[in-house]
């Protein structure tokens, strides 16, 4: 029962275009919301997150929009730059039993020159 | 900066032998986790400690055991390395409090059992 869920397990995007990384959730308790970067053969490292009582939050290039009707969350990037090119996971947490965070398969962003 | 590191990045061993991943934090953080990565499945959680000598099963902790015998340090056990357990192994640490949730993570070991 995947409780995190990326859809699209890769993305190629134009060097200055804008990337859109779209995770879905199931469950309602979750009221936290994180997107990790990994480079190959190196630890996530966070990015950018969302309490459940905002829809956006901005830092610099990235922007997190939070949709709870939809159970839905989406991040922006935007230029995009080839030192973007990694996997992105989507996380989530709440009361769900321990704060455990729940992580999405990740999705692996290309970005061309 | 925080750091967490880990006690090896790549590691070979064999069917059945026992095999231990260490896992040691600089930020004096209550919780620590192990999780492994495959392909297409993402981070999956093995084990986690909210406390020095506690630990609480993940969703996938069969064939795996874990030690925290001091706040900064936690260790993953395979007991007996099966194939099915090469892998990427992670660990993680992080604040107790509720709402400083983001997770820190180490460089990862990557265990190849033959």
């Known amino acids: 029962d995947q409780q995190v869920k990326q859809n699209s397990p890769s993305l190629s995007v134009q060097e200055g275009r804008i990337s859109i990384l779209n995770c879905d959730y199931t469950?309602?308790?979750?009221?936290?919301f994180l997107w990790y970067k990994k480079y190959p053969a190196e630890g996530p490292t966070f990015l950018i997150s969302?309490?459940?009582?905002?829809d956006k939050n901005e830092d610099g290039r990235f922007t997190v929009f939070l949709n709870k009707s939809a159970k839905h969350l989406s991040l922006h990037i935007v230029p995009s730059q080839p030192g973007d090119s990694a996997v992105y996971f989507c996380?989530?947490?709440?009361?769900?039993?321990?704060?455990?965070?729940?992580f999405g398969a990740g999705t692996r962003l290309f970005v061309k020159a | 900066d925080v750091k967490v590191t880990q006690s090896s990045r790549y590691l070979v061993k064999r069917t059945g032998e026992k095999v231990f991943l260490e896992c040691v934090q600089d930020?004096?953080?209550?919780?620590m986790f192990w999780y492994r990565q495959d392909p297409g499945l993402g981070l999956r959680l093995i084990y986690f400690?909210?406390?020095?000598?506690?630990?609480e099963k993940g969703d996938i902790p069969e064939g795996y055991s874990v030690s925290r015998e001091k706040k900064e340090r936690f260790s993953l056990i395979l007991e007996s390395a099966s194939t099915n357990q090469t892998s990427m192994y992670l660990c993680?640490?992080?604040?107790?409090?509720?709402?400083?949730?983001?997770?820190?993570f180490g460089p990862g070991t990557r265990l190849l059992v033959l």
């Open positions: 400690s909210y406390d020095v000598k506690m630990k």
């Open positions: 996380a989530a947490s709440g009361d769900t039993g321990g704060f455990k965070t729940i």
């Open positions: 969302i309490s459940s009582i905002k």
């Open positions: 993680a640490s992080s604040f107790q409090r509720t709402l400083l949730r983001t997770q820190y």
């Open positions: 930020m004096d953080h209550e919780n």
């Open positions: 469950n309602s308790m979750f009221d936290y």
